[in-house]
Nanobody, 125 residues
Framework: QVQPVESGGGLVQAGGSMRLSCVAS????????MAWFRQAPGQGREFVSA????????GYADSVKGRFTISRDNAKNTVYLQMNSLKPEDTTVYYCAADRTVRAYSSSTYEYTYWGQGTRVTVSS
């Protein structure tokens, strides 16, 4: 059982930066592909970024490409999402996800088994 726990959300002004962290406890973290998704009220969960087990492969949604960077520290069981040039439309709840069976990384919610409770990001204009 893997339990991802997100942190680092809060309020930031448009154009600012914020770093989200996700600590995944419960088993060997380096065996899991990790990803970030976000979900606005009344909408489906949207892919943001994903990273392979070793960190050598990453993927991004077009809406965040060039602004967000995903990384991981397997020694600390932690994956990060560095968010720069934040926009009001980035405001929502961000979720961390983990799965051992994903081949490299995936943008599909259906491929991730373990999910955190989410951390809220609010970007003011």
């Amino acid at each position: 059982q893997v339990q991802p726990v997100e942190s680092g959300g809060g309020l930031v002004q448009a154009g600012g930066s914020m770093r989200l962290s996700c600590v995944a406890s419960g088993r060997t973290f380096s065996n899991d592909a990790m990803a970030w998704f976000r979900q606005a009220p009344g909408q489906g969960r949207e892919f943001v970024s994903a990273i392979s087990r070793s960190g050598d492969r990453t993927g991004y949604a077009d809406s965040v490409k060039g602004r967000f960077t995903i990384s991981r520290d397997n020694a600390k069981n932690t994956v990060y999402l560095q968010m720069n040039s934040l926009k009001p439309e980035d405001t929502t709840v961000y979720y961390c996800a983990a799965d051992r069976t994903v081949r490299a990384y995936s943008s599909s919610t259906y491929e991730y088994t373990y999910w955190g409770q989410g951390t809220r990001v609010t970007v003011s204009s």
